[in-house]
């Protein structure tokens, strides 16, 4: 009887630890480092709020979407535009392969977050940051983040 519930929970661990959610507190202070606060006139809350709508602070999350690309990492970065899936047709605009996208170190998602904001549409190209973060109040995303 063991040995259904053991495969059981362990194939259950397998599925959490696909996930990497990194704190939203250590997320604030590797955008700091990475001199996000006011890139492009965007605050460290707009960058949080976006990490938070679009993945939940999940840096392993992929989405497929309906037309055969897909959305990678923290940020949701875009096959069709932004990185290299090798499944479906890209632009590449950030020179990055998308599994790059998924590295807990987060700096290749950094590094093309920054081209896509610095683009003429800056955060709006996040339909979720549109709808949740833009023209709201934001400051407490930072709430209880000590960045030195």
Not at 42 to 67: H, I, R
Request: hydrophobic share 35%; proline share 2%.
């Amino acid at each position: 009887m063991a040995g259904p519930l053991l495969l059981s929970w362990a194939s259950c661990l397998l599925v959490v630890n696909q996930a990497f959610i990194i704190h939203r507190c250590d997320l604030a202070k590797v955008l700091h480092e990475q001199e996000l606060e006011g890139f492009e006139g965007y605050s460290l809350s707009d960058w949080l709020c976006l990490a938070f709508v679009e993945s939940k602070f999940n840096t392993s999350k992929v989405n497929e979407n309906a037309d055969g690309s897909s959305d990678y990492g923290i940020f949701q970065i875009n096959s069709h535009f932004w990185c290299n899936d090798y499944h479906s047709h890209t632009e590449n605009f950030c020179h990055e392969d998308c599994q790059d996208m998924l590295s807990p170190n987060l700096l290749s998602s950094i590094s093309c977050a920054k081209k896509i904001v610095s683009g003429s549409r800056g955060m709006k190209y996040w339909v979720e940051w549109r709808l949740h973060c833009a023209g709201r109040p934001l400051s407490y995303w930072m709430t209880g983040c000590r960045l030195g």
